[in-house]
């Protein structure tokens, strides 16, 4: 069963890659090191731990998005979520996907 979430991701400023807050309050650049909640006091408490890096010049943008968490992975709902953390649909052979087959499923 399919449980709903969210997690906040940005862009990191010195060079642009999505990345993603984490448990520890850090920025990871890999979605399955987020830190997902379900709460949405939760959410908006890690929004703001997330805006304090655009105070201090480390990422732009930070914003939550929702994810459904099935058999302990996330999968982003949307489609530009998925995109941004597998890279382009166009070139498989560059960014994120090169590294791992991307197996997209139809956003709801």
Do not use: C
């Not at 069963?1 to 850090?26: F, S």
């Not at 480390?58 to 968490?69: E, G, N, Q, S």
């Amino acid at each position: 069963m399919a449980t709903p979430a969210q997690a906040v991701t940005a862009n990191r400023l010195n060079d642009g890659e999505v990345v993603y807050l984490d448990a520890a309050g850090n920025w990871a650049e890999s979605l399955d090191e987020s830190k997902f909640v379900t709460d949405k006091a939760e959410a908006q408490q890690l929004l703001e731990q997330g805006e304090k890096s655009v105070d201090d010049r480390v990422v732009l943008d930070p914003y939550l998005f929702d994810v459904t968490i099935e058999n302990g992975v996330a999968i982003p709902v949307k489609k530009r979520e998925h995109i941004r953390a597998n890279g382009p649909t166009v070139r498989l052979d560059l960014g994120k996907q090169a590294a791992e087959p991307v197996e997209f499923k139809k956003a709801s």
